[in-house]
T-cell receptor
């Protein structure tokens, strides 16, 4: 989407960390999400962060939010081949935080 | 745990035909959303319903309509299908917490 931007492609080696970046424009966003989509499959919610938080960690996933720069990142530690997928960043469009604008998606390729 | 169920998973139609997609939300979720994801595109919000009433509207064509029923399931009706309607249609549901859960999607192919 035009209001949420992501780089198109990221390639890493297995075991390395991956960092997927996202910028958004709507400063009133209340929730920011990361979704994973494997080929031909649905959207799997990985994690989300409230706009009043700076960081959220969940096992191998770390989300960093810089509200001033409207920048969101997803770090995947110890990246595995099973992490290869398209990762979508999304921002909420309403105060309830559940109407989403998606970024264009970042295709992560993990090389063995 | 029960997830969002969509049917059919795959649907092939010809131009100018009509298609109906169904979505069964997670139990006790009162809000349903429809998204359209074209080939190589990001999902685009179409429409949402809360407690059987339309709550928000996105880029849904006039040829499409949707509703939410008393059991909270929702149907997306698409008429006068065009080639450009070929896409993956996602349904998502949420409760008051605002966290969205997506179904596996229904892939519509228009020939």
């Amino acid at each position: 989407g035009e209001d949420v931007e992501q780089s198109l492609f990221l390639s890493v080696r297995e075991g390395d960390s991956s960092v997927i970046n996202c910028t958004y424009t709507d400063s009133s966003s209340t929730y920011l999400y990361w979704y994973k989509q494997e080929p031909g499959a649905g959207l799997q919610l990985l994690t989300y962060i409230f706009s009043n938080m700076d960081m959220k960690q969940d096992q191998r996933l770390t989300v960093l939010l810089n509200k001033k720069d409207k920048h969101l990142s997803l770090r995947i530690a110890d990246t595995q081949t099973g992490d290869s997928a398209i990762y979508f960043c999304a921002e909420s469009m309403n105060n309830a935080g559940n109407m989403l604008t998606f970024g264009g998606g970042t295709r992560l390729m993990v090389k063995p | 745990a029960a997830g969002v169920i969509q049917s059919p998973r795959h649907l092939i139609k010809e131009k100018r035909e009509t298609a109906t997609l169904k979505c069964y939300p997670i139990p006790r979720h009162d809000t349903v959303y429809w998204y359209q994801q074209g080939p190589g595109q990001d999902p685009q919000f179409l429409i949402s319903f809360y407690e059987k009433m339309q709550s928000d509207k996105g880029s849904i064509p006039d040829r499409f309509s949707a509703q939410q029923f008393s059991d909270y399931h929702s149907e997306l009706n698409m008429s006068s299908l065009e080639l450009g309607d070929s896409a993956l249609y996602f349904c998502a549901s949420s409760s008051q917490t605002g966290e969205l859960f997506f179904g596996e999607g229904s892939r519509l192919t228009v020939l």
